[in-house]
């Protein structure tokens, strides 16, 4: 042992290599390390390190793809961003706004503006035969962006609107029609309460199931010229704008930027316009998305002081176990932050393979969960069917990086025994 030792530092000496690194990686590669008293305890650290690896990973997919799927939800029944009237009225009711304005429809060719579009709504109650159930008329036009409703359309198709004719069909969720005993092509009428009550009776052309409940069991996708009749508008007359965005993360600032341009202004009809983005119109759904961050960042945390606990435990073995070479190395003139990187390196190595096989299991079980969707929730309480996966290769690298840089900075300050160790004594002893 004492011979290879003296030949692998001789050979170095001669080299321009990294000499501990060298060290190391033979260390790593070292055949006999089955044989010795350490070799079980690091591999449970190394296998504590891929398991933790496995959880990060699986943690903050889940957790990036339920935060995003909600979203999505929410922004595909009320957009990012809502330009109405600039009244305190909170209910269904509101006042109209003039379809006129000078941001629209251009206000799309704006940077991080994808779309804008009317719409108009009503309360009403739609009743059966043998049932009634509260309902919200949502109008939209011609300019509507049906992507969001096509995605989790379950039945039927969705509906044509031109600007000549009204048309009477309309687009309910699976809830409704499940508790209406409804189906396509059947027809549905829907009462308003004014003086006198005035009633509407429409034909379904289509469903759409969301899973996001609370919605799903009010909106009703209709033709905007039924909200203008209604309400006694005219053709230009709508309850406002819903402005959809390329960055969600760019909310807040778009928003601004609209404030800032277009609700100071009175328009002709004496309105006032405000800007309401879907964060402040549904505030408790968003703070409890961002609560789940926390949970995230506890997972993380703890997860990554559990392994590099256990390397430092394998560290203290290995180094114990190698006193004698360390004694060795010493004796050449080795000093002692040198003999550190060896084994700072070495260490470095262990947890590098954890996480490589951390890497394969977790993106593994993403992917499967992914296309199969094995794994299901209460969509009446998670607003989702299926555990919602979203794979993103920044956030994988992120997490190597840290994991890597935790434990390397854990392992400096256990490795500071080397420094203890005689060389003298490590020799006499052997």
């Not at 009225?89 to 629209?104: A, G, I």
């Not at 190395?329 to 393979?353: A, E, H, P, Q």
């Not at 840290?402 to 400096?412: C, E, F, P, S």
Request: net charge positive; charged share 20%.
């Amino acid at each position: 042992m004492h011979k290879k030792i003296i030949l692998i530092h001789l050979q170095l000496n001669l080299s321009k290599l990294n000499i501990e690194l060298f060290i190391a990686q033979r260390l790593f590669k070292d055949k006999d390390a089955k044989k010795k008293i350490s070799r079980p305890i690091v591999s449970i650290a190394v296998v504590g390190v891929a398991l933790g690896m496995t959880v990060m990973i699986l943690s903050v997919a889940i957790v990036t793809g339920f935060k995003s799927e909600i979203r999505q939800k929410m922004i595909g029944f009320g957009s990012h961003i809502q330009i109405l009237n600039h009244d305190t009225n909170t209910s269904y009711e509101t006042l109209p706004v003039d379809k006129d304005q000078n941001f629209y429809p251009g206000l799309d060719s704006l940077s991080g503006i994808k779309h804008i579009q009317i719409f108009g709504i009503k309360a009403g109650i739609l009743k059966t035969k043998e049932d009634i159930q509260g309902a919200v008329l949502k109008g939209i036009g011609n300019d509507f962006n049906w992507s969001f409703f096509k995605k989790n359309l379950i039945k039927g198709e969705i509906i044509e609107i031109n600007d000549s004719a009204r048309t009477d069909d309309v687009v309910i969720s699976n809830y409704l029609a499940k508790l209406l005993k409804l189906d396509t092509s059947d027809y549905v009428a829907m009462y308003f309460v004014e003086d006198p009550p005035r009633m509407r009776r429409f034909k379904i052309s289509g469903i759409y199931d969301t899973g996001l409940e609370e919605f799903d069991q009010k909106f009703i996708l209709a033709d905007i010229k039924h909200i203008q009749k209604l309400n006694n508008w005219s053709e230009n007359q709508i309850s406002g704008f819903e402005v959809i965005i390329d960055d969600f993360s760019r909310i807040n600032k778009i928003a601004a930027l609209l404030k800032e341009n277009y609700t100071y202004n009175i328009t002709e009809d004496g309105s006032k316009l405000r800007v309401l983005p879907i964060t402040q119109k549904h505030p408790q759904i968003f703070d409890w998305l961002n609560l789940t961050n926390v949970n995230v960042y506890v997972i993380l945390i703890l997860i990554i002081l559990v392994a590099g606990i256990n390397m430092v435990s394998g560290l203290l073995i290995i180094i114990l176990e190698r006193t004698s070479m360390i004694g060795l190395f010493k004796s050449f003139g080795s000093r002692n932050w040198n003999i550190r990187r060896i084994f700072l390196y070495f260490t470095s190595l262990l947890v590098g393979k954890g996480l490589i096989w951390g890497n394969i299991i977790g993106i593994l079980l993403c992917l499967i969960q992914y296309q199969f969707g094995i794994f299901k929730l209460d969509a009446s309480t998670y607003y989702l069917d299926v555990v919602p996966i979203n794979l993103n290769i920044l956030h994988i690298i992120l997490l190597n990086a840290g994991t890597l840089l935790v434990t390397y900075l854990m392992l400096l300050l256990p490795s500071y025994i080397i420094t203890k160790i005689s060389p003298i004594k490590t020799i006499r002893f052997n």
